[in-house]
């Protein structure tokens, strides 16, 4: 049960769903503590975990090994580790011989194949649990798709003020660019209005990506942001929005926070992802699925209103559920 546990939670920063978590499972009563997966969140620290992390591996260990001089103290009933790219083993050696009853709960929104670091710790977890179908049949873990935070539904009450048919926010990846270029031509074609938000998280990686690759050559280095938006700013965003697209990478099949954004804001859904259409919550009337090859819009998607989602799949999509399901029992909803 999550009222009245002592939880710790480690997370890699990703927008501030780290601060959301950790609010959402005060509000359910729990004590949380948490700690920033990654002892460094610049550009060459994120960069070496990723891809030859034993070269930064004094820094981990002193980073870690500083944490448990924090908490040797404490108690702790559940860990919470989301994503996993450089939490070391003796540390959650540490964890179980210090906290002898401690439930070990694992959660990755990343593919392996992304993030081979986070395989290397899985049997200390009791519990594990990944967004990516394919992983969790290959690996052997619970499928437990994101989830979307309250703010998305308190947007879903209110009708759209009309300023945007469509947004996309996203950080720049991939064809990210080139296809939301051809949506705002399918926009300014039709007389729909578009809103676009590209952001990333290092100039150095941006100008790289700038000589290197070929679709970040085609970007306009005038539209792009290395400041994100504050999650308010998103918010306002939706508010004024009929439909959001979605690109999703072409490198993962498991569906992005911002489809559960979207759908928990009651705001219709243009995606790149054909796997939404296993879902359960899948329905032509707000997803509308894009080929990233042949990308073409049908224009009747906007004629109709959003239908709600059924109640108890709504609440499944909601954070308190993705918690719920994580830390007390796991819905059939997702099998």
């Known amino acids: 049960m999550i009222a009245g546990s002592n939880i710790l939670v480690f ?15 005060i509000s359910m009563g729990a004590n949380v503590d948490l700690f920033d997966e990654r002892p460094s969140n610049s550009f060459y620290s994120k960069a070496v975990i990723r891809m030859k992390k034993d070269f930064y591996k004094k820094t981990i260990n002193r980073y870690f090994n500083a944490i448990i001089d924090k908490i040797k103290d404490n108690q702790y009933d559940y860990f919470l580790l989301i994503k996993g790219e450089s939490t070391p083993s003796f ?4 964890l179980k011989k210090n906290n002898p009853n401690i439930k070990l709960i694992y959660y990755t929104y990343d593919s392996f194949k992304n993030n081979p670091n986070g395989l290397e710790n899985l049997v200390y977890f009791d519990k594990k649990f990944t967004f990516d179908k394919n992983d969790s049949k290959k690996y052997d873990l619970s499928f437990r798709p994101l989830f979307f935070a309250s703010d998305y539904s308190k947007i879903g009450a209110q009708k759209s003020s009309g300023q945007y048919d469509i947004s996309f ?8 660019y080139s296809l939301s270029q051809i949506v705002s031509k399918w926009c300014d074609n039709n007389k729909l209005k578009m809103f676009n938000f590209y952001y990333s998280p290092s100039k150095i990686l941006f100008a790289l990506k700038k000589m290197t690759d070929k679709e970040f050559m085609k970007f306009d280095k005038d539209k792009i942001s290395f400041k994100s938006l504050s999650h308010n700013e998103i918010i306002e965003i939706y508010k004024n929005s009929k439909a ?3 690109i999703n990478h072409p490198g993962q099949d498991g569906l992005t926070m911002r489809t559960f954004e979207t759908l928990g804001s009651a705001r219709k859904l243009l995606t790149t992802n054909p796997n939404i259409t296993s879902y359960p919550f899948y329905n032509t009337n707000n997803i509308y699925i894009i080929n990233r090859d042949n990308p073409k819009i049908d224009q009747d998607f906007f004629s109709t209103e959003f239908k709600p989602i059924e109640e108890k799949m709504y609440y499944s999509m909601s954070l308190r559920g993705w918690l719920e399901e994580l830390f007390e029992k796991e819905s059939t909803i997702w099998s």
């Open 11 to 25: 997370s890699v920063k990703f927008f501030n769903y780290e601060k959301l978590i950790k609010e959402e499972l």
């Open 244 to 246: 959001i697209l979605d």
């Open 169 to 176: 926010i996203g950080t720049a990846h991939s064809d990210r």
């Open 91 to 94: 540390f959650l050696n540490f």
